[in-house]
């Protein structure tokens, strides 16, 4: 048994904990920086755990002013992930019920100054759930390769309430990937066929050409079917019930003429029917050849210099509250990190619950009752009932 606990302690001590940031007090403002690009203002971050929480020592970052671009961001010692595996995981608690604006977090290179951050600002990852509307509702999967983005092309489904979430991105050295939600799987590939890195490995061979004589019509006319001699009959027929009014004045109102209906014995355009095409092929395929501009490239998860994270986006109405950032080359050190977290979970939703109720009984206490019927206007009421008597 020591001789295994031995063993293992190597294996133990290679996870690495680049970057962690839990905002657990307002020193947060003393390690980020809010951008100064331009000389903008931008929307400032409180600290907080929100109108409802699951621990309230649990406190975040939150985008406190509406329609502002938001840009805060750190640096921290330079690492790279060659032939490591990488995990970016941060929470996002859109406690507004946001209607439109960004909730995703960016990694940069060592070249990045965080006081110049601002839209453009060249990245390396960016991650995270984007929501604008009904139409779009999804986690961004952004690398960037050789100084292009390339976003993923697959769907993936963010999260749309106002509870805390964490998403979880994973990158391998064997370029495969893996999108968590809550420690549930949305998402998982290959760098390759999930993005277009790289130019594709096929393409179709310029020299082939479809043979004049091929025939892929599956279906022909019948060359012995006929139209029907009857067949040809107008669209609209003169209504035979149809009769000129008695004071229809030929001179003054012109030639009468019937209105016109639809002719039931119309039969539309004639077609001949279908046969199976003896001559049919099938449909002819473009053969392909290698593609000469391809080069694999074994490479592209890698990132040779990381030394900055940051948050820079948009928000219409405010409210979204950051927190639990950890990048790490440990799949079992951020997996405990995201427990701890789903852990508070159901607190956190009893203590939404528990305010919904309240306020619903609030609302029902503060409707206006039925006005009573004014004593005196019940007198004049009866005196006016006698009158009539």
């Given at each position: 048994?020591?001789?295994?606990?031995?063993?293992?302690?190597?294996?133990?001590?290679?996870?690495?904990?680049?970057?962690?940031?839990?905002?657990?007090?307002?020193?947060?403002?003393?390690?980020?920086?809010?951008?100064?690009?331009?000389?903008?203002?931008?929307?400032?971050?409180?600290?907080?755990?929100?109108?409802?929480?699951?621990?309230?020592?649990?406190?975040?970052?939150?985008?406190?002013?509406?329609?502002?671009?938001?840009?805060?961001?750190?640096?921290?010692?330079?690492?790279?992930?060659?032939?490591?595996?990488?995990?970016?995981?941060?929470?996002?608690?859109?406690?507004?019920?946001i209607d439109c604006g960004g909730g995703?977090?960016?990694?940069?290179?060592?070249?990045?100054?965080?006081?110049?951050?601002?839209?453009?600002?060249?990245?390396?990852?960016?991650?995270?759930?984007?929501?604008?509307?009904?139409?779009?509702?999804?986690?961004?999967?952004?690398?960037?390769?050789?100084?292009?983005?390339?976003?993923?092309?697959?769907?993936?489904?963010?999260?749309?309430?106002?509870?805390?979430?964490?998403?979880?991105?994973?990158?391998?050295?064997?370029?495969?990937?893996?999108?968590?939600?809550?420690?549930?799987?949305?998402?998982?590939?290959?760098?390759?066929?999930?993005?277009?890195?790289?130019?594709?490995?096929?393409?179709?061979?310029p020299e082939a050409k479809k043979p004049?004589?091929?025939?892929?019509?599956?279906?022909?006319?019948?060359?012995?079917?006929?139209?029907?001699?009857?067949?040809?009959?107008?669209?609209?027929?003169?209504?035979?019930?149809?009769?000129?009014?008695?004071?229809?004045?030929?001179?003054?109102?012109?030639?009468?003429?019937?209105?016109?209906?639809?002719?039931?014995?119309?039969?539309?355009?004639?077609?001949?029917?279908?046969?199976?095409?003896?001559?049919?092929?099938?449909?002819?395929?473009?053969?392909?050849?290698?593609?000469?501009?391809?080069?694999?490239?074994?490479?592209?998860?890698?990132?040779?210099?990381?030394?900055?994270?940051?948050?820079?986006?948009?928000?219409?109405?405010?409210?979204?509250?950051?927190?639990?950032?950890?990048?790490?080359?440990?799949?079992?050190?951020?997996?405990?990190?995201?427990?701890?977290?789903?852990?508070?979970?159901?607190?956190?939703?009893?203590?939404?619950?528990?305010?919904?109720?309240?306020?619903?009984?609030?609302?029902?206490?503060?409707?206006?009752?039925?006005?009573?019927?004014?004593?005196?206007?019940?007198?004049?009421?009866?005196?006016?009932?006698?009158?009539?008597?």
């Open positions: 048994m020591k001789f295994w606990l031995l063993a293992c302690l190597p294996l133990l001590a290679t996870a690495e904990i680049y970057f962690q940031e839990k905002f657990d007090d307002e020193s947060w403002t003393e390690r980020w920086l809010t951008s100064k690009h331009d000389g903008k203002t931008f929307g400032k971050f409180e600290l907080t755990a929100g109108k409802f929480y699951g621990d309230e020592s649990d406190k975040g970052i939150k985008t406190s002013q509406d329609a502002h671009f938001y840009a805060v961001s750190t640096k921290f010692p330079e690492f790279t992930n060659e032939k490591k595996t990488l995990v970016l995981q941060f929470t996002v608690k859109h406690e507004q019920n995703y977090i960016k990694l940069f290179n060592c070249d990045f100054n965080p006081e110049e951050m601002h839209g453009e600002t060249p990245y390396l990852i960016m991650f995270g759930p984007d929501i604008c509307g009904p139409g779009t509702k999804k986690v961004h999967v952004i690398f960037n390769y050789k100084g292009t983005n390339h976003l993923i092309n697959k769907d993936i489904r963010c999260k749309d309430d106002v509870f805390t979430h964490v998403y979880t991105l994973i990158v391998e050295p064997d370029q495969t990937y893996q999108v968590l939600i809550d420690g549930e799987k949305a998402q998982s590939g290959s760098f390759e066929e999930d993005w277009t890195f790289l130019p594709p490995k096929k393409i179709k061979d004049e004589d091929w025939d892929d019509r599956a279906t022909i006319d019948d060359p012995n079917d006929t139209k029907p001699e009857d067949w040809d009959q107008p669209e609209n027929i003169a209504d035979p019930d149809a009769k000129k009014p008695e004071d229809w004045d030929d001179e003054m109102d012109g030639e009468w003429e019937p209105p016109q209906i639809d002719n039931p014995a119309f039969k539309g355009e004639w077609k001949p029917k279908q046969i199976e095409n003896p001559a049919y092929k099938g449909p002819w395929v473009h053969p392909e050849i290698d593609n000469p501009d391809y080069t694999p490239d074994s490479e592209i998860y890698r990132y040779p210099g990381v030394c900055g994270v940051g948050l820079d986006l948009w928000q219409v109405k405010s409210g979204t509250i950051f927190d639990n950032i950890i990048i790490t080359d440990s799949v079992d050190e951020a997996k405990e990190d995201r427990d701890r977290v789903l852990g508070l979970k159901d607190a956190e939703k009893k203590m939404k619950d528990a305010q919904d109720e309240e306020e619903s009984k609030k609302k029902a206490e503060e409707k206006p009752e039925e006005p009573a019927e004014d004593d005196e206007d019940k007198d004049e009421g009866e005196e006016a009932d006698h009158d009539e008597l």
